[in-house]
């Protein structure tokens, strides 16, 4: 399949590009190209299979995934302004009084 100007025009169109009438030209060969290198990718044979790649060894021993508290560096009531029966606290505002 080879890409014609009209082609170009009309995805630029629905694409609300806008490809100045000397571009056309340079963007009609680079979409030709494009379509190109898709078409002989599509003659590449797909009935083979390989293995995709595996960085470090074939097999890793997996730690037993288990859901636990994760400790933190300071306890959260150490962190807040304000902190009530486990809540963080914020202060209210009335913003209809400030208007």
Not at 26 to 47: N, S, T
Request: proline share 8%; net charge negative; hydrophobic share 50%.
């Amino acid at each position: 399949m080879s890409i014609r100007t009209e082609d170009v025009i009309r995805v630029a169109r629905l694409a609300a590009l806008d490809i100045r009438e000397q571009e056309l030209p340079v963007v009609v060969r680079q979409l030709d190209r494009i379509m190109g290198y898709v078409e002989q990718l599509a003659e590449v044979p797909g009935e083979e299979h390989a293995d995709g790649a595996v960085m470090g060894p074939g097999s890793l021993a997996l730690r037993e995934d288990v859901v636990a508290p994760v400790p933190l560096a300071h306890a959260p009531e150490a962190m807040a302004p304000a902190f009530i029966a486990g809540f963080f606290t914020v202060p209210v505002r009335n913003t209809l009084e400030e208007s």
